[in-house]
């Protein structure tokens, strides 16, 4: 009996203590969404090294998954997310693209994209130049860099679709 | 005896596994048909192509022969939860709010007022996006919206410059998927 309650007590004084840490570590958490915004969270000096200079190009490949060009900037005083993405499947290359208006909030380990709509993104940050979003690594890179892996992103790869098309074109009934 | 409970254990997973994957593919497969030569890959197999967007989103479809890349892609949209069963104006507005949020959210403009075209199988909305970004990477997004096997669906195309010939192929496109 004594047991128990002490188990509910001590289980009680974990849950409290984890919620303190949890709450410490969103008062670390600093966001913005405008160009105005950024340049006093940079003015503070509390943003961290990978955004001290905006716009952030970033991009990485890996032979099993493909390849991905990400990049933050201002456009007309707001903060805008560009994803370009190629994934393989079996021999083929299928790309994705999206381009969207974000909140950017960022603390000591997290980077955090806040869109209009769908559910918030979480990246790892890595270290100044690194970080790790949706199991890629990405790194920083510059503009000229960027340009070409996003080319290199987006070349069409020939008959993509082909092998898939008979399994996902064939079941329907109307 | 402990062994063969193992085995019999790992084999039941994997028969589970199985009918999970058939489960797929006959989801996938049930979306559309076409004449043309179509592929549908989900959100799960094509990274970050769900990044920014609503959990409706399917995935993306590919026009095997179409030989203009803008084109040929386009994100799928299954709106299951529909109660309605056909297309209006005001339907098709609240899916475009849906997928992007409102112009002052996302600086995207409705070009021209939504337009309703027939189909064999009732209505369709068309409607071209713009964004009020000179320097986007995407300045629009054309969406066709409307049920096909009795599911509300949204097909959105991201394209960089847009004509009345492309949408009008893109029609063409839609009214053969069954």
Redesign the interface.
């Known amino acids: 009996m004594y047991y128990s309650k002490f188990f509910i007590l001590l289980s009680a004084l974990l849950i409290s203590n984890s919620t303190q840490i949890a709450n410490a570590q969103a008062k670390n958490e600093i966001c913005f969404s405008t160009e105005a915004e950024y340049n006093e969270i940079l003015a503070s000096n509390k943003a961290p090294l990978i955004l001290q200079k905006l716009p952030l190009y970033l991009g990485g490949e890996s032979m099993i998954k493909g390849k991905v060009a990400v990049s933050l900037s201002f456009v007309n005083g707001v903060i805008k997310f560009y994803v370009n993405a190629a994934t393989m499947i079996g021999d083929f290359k299928i790309t994705t693209s999206n381009e969207n208006r974000v909140k950017v909030c960022v603390d000591d380990a997290k980077l955090k994209l806040e869109f209009t709509k769908g559910p918030a993104q979480e990246a790892t940050l890595l270290g100044p130049k690194k970080i790790s979003i949706k199991g890629f690594d990405i790194e920083t890179m510059n503009l000229k860099d960027f340009t070409s892996l996003d080319a290199a992103v987006s070349e069409r790869a020939s008959a993509s679709a082909k092998t898939k098309s008979n399994s996902s074109s064939a079941g329907g009934n109307q | 005896m402990i062994c063969f409970c193992k085995i019999m254990k790992l084999f039941s997973v994997g028969i589970s596994l199985l009918i999970c994957g058939v489960a797929l593919?006959?989801e996938?497969?049930?979306?559309?048909?076409?004449k043309d030569?179509?592929?549908?890959?989900s959100k799960n197999?094509?990274?970050?192509?769900?990044?920014?967007?609503?959990?409706d989103?399917f995935g993306?479809l590919?026009?095997?022969k179409e030989s203009e890349?803008q084109l040929?892609?386009a994100d799928i949209y299954v709106f299951n939860n529909e109660q309605k069963i056909s297309i209006d104006q005001a339907l098709c507005g609240s899916y475009t709010d849906?997928?992007?949020?409102s112009e002052s959210?996302?600086?995207l403009k409705v070009e021209k007022k939504i337009n309703l075209f027939k189909t064999p199988?009732g209505q369709s909305c068309e409607i071209l996006l713009k964004?009020n970004?000179r320097?986007?990477?995407?300045p629009y997004r054309y969406v066709i919206a409307g049920f096909?096997?009795g599911r509300s669906v949204a097909l959105v195309w991201?394209l960089n410059s847009v004509t009345d010939e492309d949408k009008a192929k893109l029609k063409t496109f839609w009214l053969a998927l069954?």
């Open positions: 593919s006959a996938q497969s049930q979306i559309f048909k076409s030569d179509i592929a549908i890959y197999e094509i990274a970050f192509s769900d990044i920014g967007k609503i959990k989103y993306i590919i026009q095997a890349r040929a892609q849906k997928i992007f949020g959210e996302t600086g199988t964004d970004d320097s986007a990477k995407i096909v096997h991201q069954r």
